[in-house]
Each structure stands twice: as structure tokens, then as C-alpha cells.
């Protein structure tokens, strides 16, 4: 049965309260990969019915606008993110429920060096603006859509990103992404937990290239 408007836009600014929980949560972070332009840190998911699987956080700052890196990280068919994600193989819009509100389908492509095989993740998504950020609120929904044969059918649970303003510098930002995918599949968990944060990196080093390469960097180094 077809959930209500109202009942999607609940789901969603749950996920987006849940997030920022998330985002502020200080405590129990491990350290997977640091450089000058990212950390990368996981931690046991919060989530019961995740059991056994990770929360996994990524921070960088990129010298560039607030929107312009947001319109970048987007998940859009015929936005940005669908040009320089590696790692994104096509990105659907399965329903336009409002304009902030809508449901996606992103599938992926397959991961180290072919022992992860495509997947796709059918998600709600609740996209947000306030002063302090902008931001996508995600999670996986039961859907009419049926899977097919290529594509192994995952599952997200509450994720997103959220791009941090500083109103003292307009030309920078702080991006956050907050993943906890269930990638199911008969894949060992010592190549998922691999495999993560390896995608994680490749992501904030895409998307560094693609502003870059727009001029959209301001002073970068």
C-alpha cells in the first residue's frame, strides 16, 4: 500500500533528526584513513535492527560555496554527481512526492576489482536548507519496484550529507557524509569493511577533481 505525503515527510524529517543525532554524537568514533583534505571514522551502528553493521562518518572542507557543493553532491539523474561519481553508475528519480521530497533509485558499480557486484538502493530522500546547512536525509524504503538480475538490492539505513555553512567564510564549507549500507550478498565482512571506506575516499577525491576542474575552488591547495 502507497504511503501518504504525509506519511513519507515523517519518515524523512525522522531521518533528518536521526542524522543530525549523528552528527553531533562525539563518542566512541574510531579512525579508519586521515589526510589533509579528509577523515574518514566508523563506529558501531546505533540502529537495533542494523546489528553487527557500522556507521560510518567522512569529513572534509573544500574552499568552494556552500549550494554550488551541495548542487554537486546531489543525487540528480542529470545532476553533477551523476558525471563525476565513479562510483555511481545511474542515478532515478522512481517518485516526485514534493519538491524536497522524493524517492530515488542509485545503482552502483561494482566494487574491488569485481568481487562486489553492482548494486541498487531504493531510498527516501528529504532534502533540506536552514541556516546552518544543506542537507540529503536518507533511507531505504520497501518499494513496488522490483529488482533486477544485474543488481544485488541493498539497503541504507538512515544516511545522508550535509554540507556545513561558515558564515564567517561564505567561499568555504564543511561536507559530512554519514553512511550505514547494508550491502547484502554473499560478501565476507572483511571486504565490506574494506570496501567502504575505500569508496568513501574515491568520493571526497572525485569530488575535489570535479570542483576543481569547474573553477569552482576557491584558494585550494
Same mark, same amino acid.
Given at each position: 500500500?502507497? #504511503?501518504?505525503?504525509?506519511?513519507?515527510?515523517?519518515?524523512? %524529517? %525522522? &531521518?533528518a533528526?536521526?542524522?543530525? #543525532?549523528?552528527?553531533?554524537?562525539?563518542?566512541?568514533?574510531? %579512525?579508519?584513513?586521515?589526510t589533509t583534505?579528509? =577523515? +574518514?571514522?566508523?563506529?558501531?551502528?546505533p540502529?537495533?535492527?542494523?546489528?553487527?553493521g557500522?556507521l560510518y562518518?567522512?569529513?572534509a572542507?573544500?574552499?568552494?560555496k556552500?549550494?554550488? &557543493?551541495f /548542487?554537486?553532491v %546531489?543525487? !540528480?539523474?542529470?545532476?553533477?554527481?551523476? =558525471?563525476? /561519481?565513479?562510483?555511481?553508475?545511474? *542515478?532515478?528519480?522512481? #517518485?516526485? *512526492?514534493?519538491?524536497?521530497?522524493?524517492?530515488?533509485?542509485?545503482?552502483?558499480?561494482?566494487?574491488?576489482?569485481?568481487?562486489?557486484?553492482?548494486?541498487?538502493?531504493?531510498?527516501?530522500?528529504?532534502?533540506?536548507e536552514? /541556516?546552518?546547512y !544543506?542537507?540529503?536525509?536518507? +533511507?531505504?524504503i520497501?518499494d513496488e519496484?522490483?529488482?533486477?538480475?544485474?543488481? &544485488?538490492?541493498?539497503?541504507?539505513?538512515?544516511?545522508?550529507?550535509l554540507?556545513?555553512k *561558515?558564515?564567517?567564510?561564505?567561499?568555504?564549507?564543511?561536507?559530512i557524509s554519514?553512511?550505514?549500507?547494508?550491502?547484502?550478498?554473499m560478501?565476507?565482512?572483511s571486504?565490506?569493511?574494506?570496501?567502504i571506506?575505500g569508496?568513501? *575516499?574515491?568520493?571526497?577525491?572525485?569530488?575535489?577533481?570535479?570542483? #576543481?576542474?569547474?573553477?569552482?575552488?576557491?584558494?585550494?591547495?
Amino acid at each position: 500500500m502507497s #504511503k501518504t505525503v504525509e506519511e513519507y515527510r515523517k519518515r524523512g %524529517e %525522522e &531521518v533528518a533528526a536521526r542524522l543530525q #543525532k549523528y552528527y553531533h554524537d562525539t563518542e566512541g568514533w574510531t %579512525e579508519a584513513k586521515s589526510t589533509t583534505h579528509f =577523515k +574518514i571514522s566508523s563506529k558501531k551502528s546505533p540502529e537495533p535492527e542494523f546489528e553487527g553493521g557500522y556507521l560510518y562518518k567522512g569529513e572534509a572542507v573544500y574552499n568552494a560555496k556552500p549550494k554550488v &557543493v551541495f /548542487d554537486y553532491v %546531489e543525487p !540528480l539523474p542529470n545532476g553533477h554527481r551523476a =558525471k563525476w /561519481d565513479k562510483n555511481m553508475k545511474k *542515478i532515478e528519480i522512481v #517518485k516526485q *512526492i514534493e519538491k524536497d521530497l522524493r524517492v530515488n533509485r542509485a545503482c552502483t558499480n561494482s566494487a574491488c576489482m569485481g568481487l562486489i557486484s553492482p548494486r541498487d538502493f531504493v531510498d527516501l530522500i528529504l532534502i533540506k536548507e536552514t /541556516d546552518e546547512y !544543506l542537507s540529503t536525509n536518507a +533511507i531505504s524504503i520497501e518499494d513496488e519496484l522490483e529488482e533486477q538480475k544485474k543488481y &544485488v538490492r541493498g539497503w541504507n539505513y538512515q544516511c545522508g550529507i550535509l554540507v556545513i555553512k *561558515i558564515p564567517s567564510e561564505p567561499n568555504k564549507c564543511k561536507l559530512i557524509s554519514l553512511i550505514q549500507p547494508d550491502i547484502k550478498g554473499m560478501v565476507p565482512n572483511s571486504l565490506k569493511d574494506a570496501a567502504i571506506p575505500g569508496s568513501m *575516499i574515491e568520493f571526497f577525491n572525485q569530488l575535489r577533481d570535479a570542483l #576543481k576542474d569547474a573553477g569552482e575552488l576557491h584558494d585550494d591547495k
